[in-house]
């Protein structure tokens, strides 16, 4: 039987305590304040996101942590509990790529910020420990972004009045101009307002947002974090969404969510994706996928998990077969995990590694994670972490 490594959320109130001793060891004071926010999974839309479209994630009760002091002298120094080195520097100096590395996430949006509340003299420490796996698919990116960004939007006078829909596109804006990555908003978005115990509907179109109950008492989410990381993760995410947007712009619409699976078989619109390399299987991925996102919020209104898991194993065929975006381990935990008994599985997150989600019943979790595990173990693979995705609350200030 393989050992099962779970990775169980951190105590809020302990790591709060722990995070501001270790700020206060370091620094010589104690913190204003500690926040946490959110990683997440994507029950179902990936690749929607740029699209406009539609996606259904849940925010993790595995948070990344910021322990936060207010400086008036547009400095930043910033630290990780995960990283040997930090940054420190002025406000004003922050750019595409400087600083370089996990600080970007960080100083991108006190750049972000600063523009925005023309305030030269914004500044902080700021202390992180991450409890959401790095780069797992599980977002811990715009974990640290939202747990930063909060702070700041709650320590900086001229920011009080941000929502967290504003925090939220501050972070986007830091993560695609100062770190360099072309996510959509749809992480940020989860983070920062996430509702408690549901998944959220969200129509990227206008980053509105619409709470979906978890109707499956029975059955829960297992997340299976393959631990693969393939190097051509953000080179072919940037590729996909450019091909997105070529043809977008070949059908005349402002983005594929304005194309309904019908027009896909018209023959002036195959025509037109013909012209575009990989144009017509990526938009039917795109297409498709927005369908499957709606269907699958009426089946779970329907308390219908069979017809949920059916969908997220389409999502996945789809993304496999069409959007090409997945890889030989995600692909095992979602056939393991089907073999096993799971109702329906899929890779979630950008792809090419990181982590896949099944549907399973409660009661079987255990058993079909050690099928996963072992299929792993068996193929001379590094055994997966597990996590389960109990839907949790938004980003928040913890003291
Ligand atoms: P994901 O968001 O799915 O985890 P990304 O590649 O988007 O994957 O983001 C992972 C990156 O975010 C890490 O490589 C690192 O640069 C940064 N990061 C996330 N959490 C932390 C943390 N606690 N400390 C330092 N850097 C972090
Ligand atoms: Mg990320």
Known sequence: MPD??????????????????????????????????????NLIGEHTDYNNGYCLPLALPHRTYAAVSGRDDGILRIGSAQKSHGWEGRVTDIRQGRP??????????AAIFAERAGAQELGADILVDGHVPLGAGLSSSAALSCAAGLALRDLVPALAELEPADVAAACVRAENEIAGAATGGMDQTIAMRAVDGHLVLLDCQD?????VAWTLPDHEVLVIDTRAHHALADGQYAVRRQTCEVAAAALGVRSLREVTPDQLVEGQVRALLAQIPDGAARVRHVVTENRRVLDLVSALREQDAQTVGELMTSSHSSLRDDYEV????????????????AAGARMTGG???????????????????EAVVGAFTDQGLEAPHLLEAVPSGPARRLR
């Open 207 to 211: 980053f509105s947002v619409v709470p």
């Open 4 to 41: 099962l490594t779970w990775l169980q959320p951190a105590d809020d109130d302990a790591t709060a305590e722990a995070l501001s001793s270790r700020f206060t060891a370091r620094l010589g004071r104690l913190p204003d304040g500690v926040w946490a926010a959110p990683g997440r999974v």
């Open 351 to 369: 792809g090419f590694g990181g982590s896949a989600i099944a549907l399973v019943r409660r009661e079987e979790a255990e058993l079909i994670a």
């Open 326 to 341: 997945s890889c030989r381990e995600l692909d095992l935990a979602v056939d393991a995990a089907i073999d096993a008994g």
């Open 100 to 109: 370089a590395g996990w600080p970007a996430y960080v100083a991108g949006v």
